[in-house]
């Protein structure tokens, strides 16, 4: 139904929402004909539950600045640090990861 993992890159070799080599970047995907019935935030939330109790410092994501997903990203901490052409750089400390995640 849906698939979502963090990992982190290099200076060299990244992707889109890169900020720093110990700091993993986010993809996330539900499939079309099931969107909008939770599963993408609870992925979320578990992947941002796992990042933290692997003592990442933050997650990062890119997202296009019209994507609806924003609002979901908005709502589990991320905040806007970057744009890169359409598309903003988002990053989730862990420090306010108890907040945020409830
Ligand atoms: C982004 C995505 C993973 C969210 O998964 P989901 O299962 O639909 O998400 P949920 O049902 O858990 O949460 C929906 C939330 O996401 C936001 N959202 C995501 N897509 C939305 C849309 N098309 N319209 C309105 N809100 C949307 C809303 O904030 C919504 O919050 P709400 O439930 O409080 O209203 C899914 O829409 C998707 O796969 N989209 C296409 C691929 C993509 O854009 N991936 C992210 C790239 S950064």
């Given at each position: ?22 700091v993993?970047e ?5 499939v ?68 945020a995640?409830?």
């Amino acid at each position: 139904m849906g698939a979502a993992w963090y990992r982190t890159y290099t200076e060299a070799n990244h992707g889109y929402g890169f900020v720093a080599d110990d700091v993993p970047e986010l993809s996330i995907a539900v499939v079309a004909s099931r969107r909008h019935g939770g599963i993408g935030r609870r992925l979320l939330i578990e992947l941002i539950e796992a990042s933290v109790a692997q003592g990442y410092r933050a997650m990062s994501l890119s997202v296009a600045e019209n994507n609806p997903a924003r609002g979901l990203y908005e709502s589990t901490g991320f905040v806007p640090v970057e744009k890169h052409g359409r598309s903003w750089t988002m990053v989730r400390s862990a420090a306010r990861s108890n907040r945020a995640t409830r």
